[in-house]
């Protein structure tokens, strides 16, 4: 088996070691807030043999965390959100180390696939002036930025297919909600309403347990998108 290095032992970390077999991978590191506060767990005898890593960690810690790994010449697949402020920085850390790196606003396969669904949605919505457009999430009360990276990114999608017009965009955290996103499109004759709900976490370990099959042996700065699926 392949030796994967999980940065950030939260609930999303442990489904990822549970899951981990099924893709190849054995957890062979596991790093968190008591063992790599700042940054103390990315080391070269730590990282030895590691093949890829799969980093859940906080907004906060992405970049210095991608740079520690850029560094030791391993490559990562980012599944944390929030973080693209420093994006720059992150790919300037990837280009240095020479390494690859995956990342996405979601790691939901269903999600990719509702990207290129509501893509098209827009395109042709576009045409009909009388239609506005909405967009809105909720989720678990413990999530850290809003709107969600995945909603931000559908909104982005929805531009880039065309659609010029003010698209209003809406936010709430309550309870345990794994997530839903939400684009609408109203006239005065009719809605239309496209939906992805997320049952369980399970979606999102997956799709970075792909990615991180993926990454191995890459170089550059990509997107889950670019991942045939």
């Not at 929805?158 to 965009?169: E, F, L, P, Q, T």
């Not at 399970?202 to 991180?212: D, H, I, T």
């Amino acid at each position: 088996m392949r030796k994967l290095a999980i940065v950030g032992y939260g609930k999303m970390g442990r489904l990822i070691e549970q899951l981990a077999p099924q893709y190849g991978f054995e957890a062979a590191l596991k790093l968190d807030e008591f063992n790599n506060a700042g940054g103390e767990g990315l080391t070269v005898e730590n990282f030895a043999g590691i093949d890829a890593a799969i980093e859940f960690s906080i907004p906060a810690a992405v970049a210095a965390n991608v740079e520690g790994m850029a560094k030791l010449g391993v490559n990562v697949v980012v599944g944390t959100t929030g973080w693209l402020a420093d994006i720059e920085r992150v790919k300037r850390a990837v280009e240095a180390g020479g390494t690859g790196l995956v990342w996405s606003p979601n790691f939901s396969i269903g999600v990719n696939v509702f990207f290129k669904l509501v893509a098209e949605a827009a395109r042709l919505i576009e045409k009909e002036p009388e239609y506005g457009a909405w967009a809105w999430e909720i989720h678990h009360s413990a999530k850290k930025d809003a709107p969600s990276g995945t909603l931000l990114k559908l909104v982005e999608e929805m531009k880039k297919a065309g659609y010029g017009r003010n698209i209003d965009v809406s936010s709430n955290r309550a309870g345990a909600i794994p997530g839903t996103h939400e684009i609408g499109f109203d006239s005065a004759a009719d809605t239309i309403t496209l939906r992805h709900t997320a049952r369980s976490r399970e979606g999102f370990a997956r799709g970075a347990l792909k990615a991180a099959q993926w990454v191995v042996g890459k170089k550059g700065f990509h997107e889950f998108a670019e991942i045939e699926f």
